[in-house]
């Protein structure tokens, strides 16, 4: 008896939840279920989105150096030039680079040589002109215009040029603004292209005969510093220079410390050297050139004919006394045949 009372006592205290409704528990379920669904949504629709932004971004850009050496990164450029638009080739990048020579170095020669690459423009003697070189201001002005590929000559490939650049020799405002001119090169990161010429006498031929014709203009009355013909160079080539043989020695001497003072000068800058003489005895300098530059590798041709071949005693009027200086120095090998 006491057993069932205590038990009738005990079931007042237990509370039974009531039956849920099934139907209740299904709309639950299933507004959980659409509010998981719309945050999954959402989340994928923002991560679509700025992948599509940054996709956008990267074809702009051209991959940004995606897979460059980090050293050559500094190097290639992507100029938004004002006088066109670079069109497909916008994402191409673009090298620069200048040929520092002197003249009758044998620097048009391997223009051509280089203008003849599809991907390559370099603009010539674009200093030879004083008011481009008047200040420094004046040189800084019309380096940007090479560089943003708003210069614009017969060698211009323009919008798919993948190297641009000209030629600059060092008796045309180069070393008298050195210190700011290496400043901008290395600032804009610029290939720089040393050319000079081995036999000093060759050169100084050269430049007496050029000379002379800018007076005398032996082909039919026209002055050409560069020809393209055998008859041209030939006829030419008939005048020989007299050179002044008491002067010869210190003469020779001034262009090599010419020379030194400018591989020494922009010796910081990421340079090649080369040697006309051995660019005509072996022609895989020139593949040299533009792996340096990044360029895929082709066959370079060039139009011009070289004007003084053979022996330099068939060149210079008073042979004899040249070679009579010039024995016993260390500019005696001037006097034999080089290439």
């Not at 020669?109 to 003849?116: H, I, R």
């Not at 590929?149 to 490939?157: E, F, G, I, M, T």
């Not at 641009?164 to 700011?180: A, D, T, V």
Request: charged letters at 20%.
């Amino acid at each position: 008896m006491a057993e069932d009372l205590c038990s009738f006592h005990m079931n007042l205290f237990i509370l039974r939840p009531p039956k849920a409704s099934p139907l209740l528990l299904r709309m639950i379920m299933l507004v959980f279920a659409t509010v998981c669904g719309l945050y999954i949504c959402s989340i994928c629709l923002k991560q679509i989105s700025s992948q599509s932004k940054s996709f956008v971004e990267v074809i702009h850009r051209s991959c940004d150096n995606y897979g460059m050496n980090p050293l050559r990164a500094p190097y290639v450029h992507y100029p938004q030039p004002q006088t066109f638009g670079r069109a497909e080739c916008e994402g191409n990048p673009v090298r620069f680079f200048v040929i520092i020579s002197m003249q009758r170095s044998g620097s048009g020669w391997f223009e051509t040589l280089l203008n003849s690459h599809i991907n390559l423009s370099s603009n010539g003697e674009i200093f030879s002109i004083r008011d481009r070189r008047s200040n420094i201001s004046s040189v800084v002005r019309t380096l940007d215009r090479v560089y943003d590929l708003d210069w614009l000559s017969s060698a211009s490939k323009n919008e798919c040029s993948a190297a641009i650049g000209f030629k600059w020799m060092l008796n045309q405002g180069l070393m008298e603004y050195r210190k700011e001119i290496l400043d901008y090169l290395n600032r804009k990161g610029v290939h720089v292209i040393f050319l000079f010429r081995r036999n000093l006498l060759r050169r100084m031929v050269s430049e007496l005969a050029n000379s002379y014709d800018r007076f005398a203009k032996l082909l039919n009355g026209t002055h050409k510093s560069h020809v393209h013909s055998l008859e041209e160079a030939n006829m030419l080539s008939k005048y020989k220079p007299l050179i002044n043989s008491t002067s010869l020695i210190s003469q020779l001497k001034q262009m090599d410390l010419l020379t030194a003072k400018a591989l020494k000068y922009f010796h910081d800058t990421r340079h090649i050297i080369l040697y006309y003489e051995d660019l005509v005895k072996n022609h895989t300098k020139l593949l040299d050139v533009q792996d340096f530059l990044g360029l895929p590798h082709m066959k370079l041709t060039s139009r011009q004919v070289k004007i003084h071949k053979g022996p330099l005693e068939e060149h210079i009027q008073n042979w004899n006394d040249v070679s009579k200086v010039l024995n016993g120095t260390s500019y005696e090998i001037f006097l034999h045949k080089d290439y």
